[in-house]
């Protein structure tokens, strides 16, 4: 295929030469009609660029195909039979892949330390969730996704699953074996689709993890906007094989995505396609490079270790840097605070003693040396002493499911104080966020352990943002009533 091509774009730089007037949406009439303060701001051609699909960017009937010709083009590129975009994250398209697998009342296998978005995709679809468990890493309280060994084992138990979840990398960069796992999915008829949030690059160099489409993974999803050069909300959604009908597929996203999809987000995807195609390889060379460099003056800090796990998983993605810096006797949410304030420099993940520094082929060495000047600063931050985080142990972490998620999300609820909380059933996720793993779901028993968790990861910087009591004084569990009639 010609991947000089960006039908997007052309497509938008034609709508802009033909001079056409619009009486369609956006009613900013690319531009013309947004206050001056906001253009101040955002510039026009943010709203130039925002133009309809239907009878603007291609005609009334889109029989000029300008999106399915950049999806075509996207499959080809990352090794896939079809590419479709989504202008609502991962956490549509995940939802959409799980749909065109199970259908209400129907099992899947989900890894117990799934994004939210999945949990949300459970409660609306009414899928029953088989739960697995993620390979506990007890010593360094983290979860790494599930061996093929134990997807093989619950397969044999849950028959009549109709497919798994998968998710990698986690937020911290550490990978699942796809290839076996889909070899043992495949071994009983059964798709995998894998949630790749993180993985948008994977495709476009060899020393990265595997990606999904090279592994045999029959549905992949990824969040352009995270690792690549799209605009947030920019997700693609790819599938092989002959396991999950693309009819289908297309239907489910259509169930739950826009009928107005930006062109920002297909621009932008259509673009970051043809960028990597033709230069991403050597861009991520020279990433991959600043990453090890980078890596080794971090951990060469006195005081800070970055974490290496190559002995734990089946890979690793080395441009997530994960920085512990317990060693500084200060927690990764004061890190990540300190680092903002004091040197305007922003990390995504932290928790109670890491934060975690992604890189990607955007970043160079004056970014690089940036990070890597703000974390020295750090060794002379005058902090207190980190508010203590109470962590269970990976046992204490897996609650007994007592309804289904949708069941207790939808149930009669009640509001206790979190004292009395403990023996009932949740009837809300909570999540500490990120990385969006839910510590407690919908459907599940409660516990002091992971309640005394959360609250006192709340008290120490930890972002939750489901609960309905935002301080968690309060739980919100299925009423009594409900719970005796269930
Ligand atoms: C593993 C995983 N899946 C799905 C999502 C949702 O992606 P998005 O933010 O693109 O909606 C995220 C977001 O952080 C994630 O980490």
């Not at 009908?245 to 489910?252: C, F, Y």
């Not at 972002?463 to 009639?485: G, I, N």
Request: some cysteine; glycine content about 6%; proline content about 7%.
């Amino acid at each position: 295929m010609d991947h000089s091509r960006a039908p997007v774009l052309e497509a938008l730089q034609e709508f802009r030469s033909r001079g056409y007037v619009p009486f369609t949406p956006p009613g900013h009439r690319q531009g013309r009609g947004v206050d001056p303060r906001v253009l101040d701001v955002l510039g026009r051609e943010v709203f130039e660029a925002d133009v309809i699909a239907l009878n603007g960017l291609d005609d009334r009937l889109m029989s000029g195909g300008v999106i399915e010709h950049a999806q075509e083009l996207m499959a080809d590129a990352v090794h896939a039979s079809h590419a479709f975009f989504s202008t609502c994250g991962s956490s549509l398209s995940v939802k959409s892949a799980m749909l065109s697998v199970a259908g209400p009342h129907e099992k899947l296998i989900v890894p117990r330390h799934a994004h939210k978005s999945v949990v949300s995709g459970l409660i609306l679809s009414g899928v029953c969730p088989v739960w697995i468990s993620p390979q506990w890493d007890a010593e360094r309280h983290l979860a790494h996704p599930p061996s093929a060994d134990q997807v093989r084992e619950i397969f044999e138990a849950e028959p009549e699953a109709k497919g798994m979840l998968l998710v990698t990398p986690t937020d911290y960069g550490t990978c699942g074996d796809i290839q076996a796992i889909a070899e043992v999915c495949h071994s009983f008829g059964k798709p995998l689709i894998v949630d790749e949030a993180w993985g948008a690059h994977l495709p476009f160099h060899s020393d990265l993890p595997p990606w999904g489409m090279d592994a045999d993974a029959d549905v992949v999803v990824t969040s352009v906007h995270k690792s690549g050069a799209a605009v947030e909300q920019s997700s693609v959604f790819h599938l092989q094989g002959s396991l999950v009908d693309p009819a289908v597929l297309k239907g489910r996203e259509d169930l739950l995505g826009t009928t107005s999809p930006t062109s920002l987000v297909y621009a932008t995807l259509d673009g970051w396609r043809r960028h990597m195609v033709q230069q991403g390889e050597a861009m991520l060379t020279a990433v991959l490079a600043l990453a090890e460099s980078t890596r080794a003056a971090i951990d060469s800090l006195p005081g800070l270790h970055v974490m290496e796990f190559d002995d734990l998983v089946h890979s690793f993605d080395p441009l997530k840097i994960v920085i512990d810096v317990s060693g500084l006797h200060i927690s990764g949410y004061q890190a990540t605070d300190w680092l903002r304030e004091h040197q305007r420099v922003t990390l995504g993940l932290s928790d109670h003693r890491r934060v975690v520094a992604q890189l990607t082929h955007a970043d160079d060495h004056r970014t690089a040396t940036k990070l890597v000047e703000a974390l020295q600063a750090l060794l002379a931050a005058d902090l207190p002493a980190p508010k203590p985080v109470d962590l269970p142990s990976p046992d204490e972490l897996q609650l007994e499911t007592a309804m289904l998620p949708r069941d207790a999300f939808f149930a009669e609820v009640e509001q206790v104080p979190a004292g009395q909380a403990a023996g009932r059933i949740s009837a809300e996720m909570i999540t500490p966020y990120p990385p969006g793993a839910s510590a407690i779901l919908p459907g599940e028993v409660i516990t002091d352990e992971v309640l005394d968790y959360v609250r006192s990861g709340l008290a120490a910087g930890m972002q939750l943002p489901d609960p309905a009591d935002s301080d968690l004084e309060s739980v919100r569990v299925v009423s009594s009533r409900a719970q005796a009639r269930s």
